[in-house]
């Protein structure tokens, strides 16, 4: 149905509703925004916490040698809100419960086929009925089936998100419910932030069917979509989340060593460095990458709430750029903000939800290596049943298309997760040009980049390292280094550093404190070798 007329109504962020707009206008042929109505959001000050933010951000300016976003909250506020919707032609209302009439006026105006009201904002029902075929209202909840305590759901709740699709004016009401089990490390923003996912996955799609077919066509599709979303067990017997974000469970490091890091980050030598490298243009490019985000016990997994932490984080103190952003960077010869990348390998099924989430809440681009053969089989990873994880699955190649945005990005990874140490050309040849071959066959569209499974020197043979260079524009490994501007030279194999499990190493691991700590350590054990003995 050509221009298909949607009026959005919510008490989300103003920063949720314009995302879930964007995916509307995209993802659905022929819809178009009508108009927004925001029920004005409340927030509650805490000066003591403004204050110490504003310590932080002061001392991390100076060290970074580059001026922090003050505020995601105000920046993305209503203020930004209103001028985004009138650059895209979209009314917008910001009002509150005294404002009826206010409301029914502007909603009468646009004149919209549609009403769509997510969350629960204060809608009398006359507002509800007038758009042509009525509004369809999206919900969610934690359903619990034993006592809550805190702020951290139970392994025995389950999140509800029920949609109301009111497919006629006069048609009696339908309730469409998916429930999706609590995992062992959710919390409430984790929920949350899932929970926001959901409610907009259903909405898209509610409007992509509706807008198609009758109502009882949209009604059976819909359900049957709602049932495909992807459900994780977990195993019983775990602990809550409060024990998996225990900040001593996930650190690599005491706490000892990470203050003597600090200090050596706030030390003249680094803040020379980095002002330094402003003044020349030529911060580098970091490159992070991981496995999955999880909410499930695994050994390569971070939960949800800690991921979008270190977003948060990222956002607020680094330029963070997609793989192909970061390409054009390196390639232009000038760097001139710390810029960071985020990547994840292998192809997960839990990051079509966790990391999914976490990325279109936030805005932030992230990038995808997938081993093609399990995308093939949406099985789990031999790598994991070797070791006897089991319940771990790949994404499907309908995942991969539907996520494909313009915040994601999807590579290669060879094709079974092969060891590229080998020197074998025809094993090579198949799986990393094959790997090409099966995303350009699934896709329609071959990727530009590859990243070798494992990533240290012996899994990247020079032949390995030929092959994969002829073919993809950029390759990766996982040898931590800092990637540098190379003045019109593309960089062939750029280097990628582990993405820690805590803010603290985080930022330590960006500096590159690390490596420079070990590289004085080891400077001064080759000076000791070579000093010859008194005795000699």
């Known amino acids: 149905m050509p221009n298909f007329g949607i009026l959005l109504v919510s008490n989300r962020s103003p920063r949720s509703i314009w995302n879930l707009a964007i995916r509307i206008e995209r993802e659905v042929a022929g819809a178009r925004i009508k108009g927004i109505v925001l029920e004005r959001p409340t927030r509650d000050y805490d000066w003591l916490g403004d204050a110490w933010d504003r ?32 650059q895209r032609g979209w009314k917008f209302l910001c009002a509150d419960e005294r404002m009826t009439a206010e409301v029914q006026e502007f909603v009468r105006n ?57 497919f006629d004016v006069n048609a009696v009401s339908r309730r469409i419910s998916a429930t999706f089990p609590s995992q062992p490390y959710d919390t409430r923003a984790a929920v949350n932030l899932k929970t926001e996912l959901f409610c907009n996955d259903l909405a898209v799609r509610t409007i992509e069917a509706f807008s198609n077919g009758s109502a009882e066509v949209a009604e059976e599709s819909i359900a049957a979509w709602a049932n495909s979303l992807p459900r994780f ?43 330094y490298r402003r ?32 977003v948060e984080f990222l956002q607020k103190y680094y330029r963070v750029v997609s793989v192909s952003e970061a390409a054009m960077i390196l390639k232009s010869g000038s760097v001139t ?136 524009d950029v390759c990766f490994s996982t040898l931590a280094e800092e990637n540098f501007a190379g003045n019109g030279t593309p960089h062939k194999v750029a280097g990628r550093k582990g993405l820690p499990a805590t803010v603290w190493e985080l930022e330590l691991t960006v500096q590159s404190v690390f490596e420079f700590a070990q590289s004085l350590r080891s400077r001064e054990k080759n000076l000791e070798d070579s000093t010859p003995s008194p005795m000699s």
Not at 55 to 84: I, M, Q
Not at 144 to 154: C, F, K, N, R, V
Not at 238 to 267: E, G, I, K, Q, Y
Request: proline share 6%; net charge negative.
């Open 55 to 86: 310590v932080v951000e002061f001392a991390l300016s100076v060290a970074h040698a580059y001026p922090c976003r003050r505020n995601t909250d105000k920046e993305f506020g209503v203020a930004w809100l209103s001028r985004e919707s009138e």
């Open 110 to 166: 646009q004149n919209a086929d549609l009403g769509v009201m997510v969350g629960s904002p204060n809608v009398d029902a006359i507002t509800q009925s007038i758009p042509r075929h009525g509004t369809i209202a999206f919900e969610a909840s934690v359903r619990t089936d034993a006592a809550t305590s805190g702020d951290t759901p139970q392994p025995s709740d389950a999140l509800d998100v029920t949609i109301e699709p009111a």
């Open 233 to 275: 067990t977990a195993e019983a017997g775990l602990n809550a989340a409060a024990v998996a974000l225990d900040p001593s469970r996930w650190r690599n490091r005491s706490a000892r060593s990470l203050f003597l890091h600090t200090l050596a980050l706030f030390s003249p030598i680094f803040i020379a460095r980095n002002w």
């Open 279 to 310: 003044w020349r243009g030529q911060f580098p490019v970091v490159i992070l990458f991981h496995h999955l985000v999880s909410d499930r016990p695994h050994r390569m997994g971070m939960p949800t709430e800690i991921f979008y932490r270190e």
């Open 337 to 472: 903000a710390p810029t960071v990348v985020l990547t994840f390998d292998d192809g997960y099924e839990d990051n079509y939800v966790n990391l999914r989430a976490i990325s279109e809440a936030c805005g932030v681009p992230v990038s995808l290596f997938v081993s093609t053969a399990a995308i093939d089989s949406h099985a789990e990873f031999q790598h994991d049943l070797r070791r006897g994880t089991k319940g771990f699955r790949a994404l499907s190649w309908d995942q991969v298309r539907s996520w494909q945005s313009n915040v994601v990005e999807f590579g290669s990874h060879t094709r079974t997760h092969f060891n590229c140490g080998s020197t074998d050309l025809y094993a090579l040849e198949t799986e990393i040009i094959g790997s090409s071959d099966d995303m350009q066959n699934r896709l329609g569209a071959r990727p530009r980049f590859f990243a070798f499974p494992w990533g240290k020197a012996p899994n990247m043979s020079a032949p390995a390292i030929e092959i994969a260079t002829s073919c993809y």
